[in-house]
């Protein structure tokens, strides 16, 4: 059961990231008037993308793959909140992966977390690479002649290498957040932490075992008190807070750019 205890600062802290908020989206700005604001910076559009978002429902890997794109694309790394937008991604990604865990989805997580979204196959006396399927294995995409098994690893030893064109979202997210050097150590460390739980979700629900969504709540449904925290404890329930929080820093700093932000390192 969600625990829905409300303090009044997180009620206050609510009212005015959604004033913020509307102080740029306004509905009732003329429509060009409010679409010329937000295609004056392209930072002002995302954030207001990541805003419109219903979650967990309305985000998946490719979602969060287009608003890292859109974010990339803006050539805009050189304001302080461009790291923000990257973190709240990040926080989406990790959120989505963490949810994904939690309901036995573990290729899904593990897409996130592990598997690079492309890996290239260099073969030698073969000039193209070959793109490998993401959810299957080198030696199968590659024996296409019926070669026996000792065959495949002498051809996979002697012939072939193997790069990694574009890492899983949420690795690659974390060190572009590290080498920017933009962003509190904190944060890192708290986000590496929640990263590394992910990965042992996965591991302890794989071991218990549960092997899908509906066997995992069919067994929660019949378990004892005792085994029920046991489980619970070590699941992700990852919430949205620092989503929110982010977004509403960045809302300041569009209001005050000399503000201070918890989020940004101070060098």
């Known amino acids: 059961m969600v625990n829905c205890k409300f303090t009044e600062s997180k009620i206050l802290e609510s009212a005015l990231h959604n004033q913020l908020f509307r102080n740029h989206s306004n509905c009732d700005w003329p429509r060009t008037q409010r679409e010329s604001y937000f295609e004056s910076d392209p930072l002002l559009l995302l954030n207001a993308e990541l805003e419109d978002l219903r979650l967990p429902h309305g985000i998946s890997e490719s979602a969060v793959e287009g608003l890292l794109n859109m974010l990339e694309g803006s050539g ?7 790291w923000l937008l990257m973190a709240r991604i990040f926080e989406l990604a ?6 994904y865990a939690d ?16 890996v290239l196959i260099h073969r030698k006396g073969y000039p193209h690479a070959l793109v490998k399927q993401r959810h299957g294995r080198i030696s199968d995409q590659l024996n296409k002649g019926g070669m026996c098994r000792r065959q495949v690893l002498l051809l996979l030893k002697h012939e072939v290498t193997v790069e990694v064109a574009t890492p899983a979202i949420l690795p690659y ?6 080498h920017s050097r933009k962003i509190a150590s904190w944060y890192l460390n708290n986000a590496r932490e ?8 996965i591991g302890f629900l794989s071991a218990w075992p549960a092997t899908s969504f509906e066997d995992f709540h069919r067994r929660m449904q019949i378990a ?17 807070r620092y989503f929110e929080r982010l977004g509403l820093e960045i809302q300041k700093l569009i209001e005050n750019s000399d503000d201070t932000c918890e989020f940004l390192a101070h060098h």
């Open 224 to 240: 004892s008190p005792k085994t029920y925290r046991f489980v619970s404890d070590h699941l992700c329930r990852f919430d949205t």
């Open 76 to 82: 805009t790394s050189g304001q302080s909140y461009y």
């Open 103 to 118: 309901n036995c989805e573990f290729s899904a997580a593990g897409d996130l977390l592990v598997n690079p979204r492309k």
């Open 94 to 99: 990790l959120f989505c992966a963490g949810h």
């Open 173 to 178: 997210l974390f060190e572009q957040l590290r």
């Open 194 to 201: 929640r990263m590394k739980k992910v990965a042992d979700t």
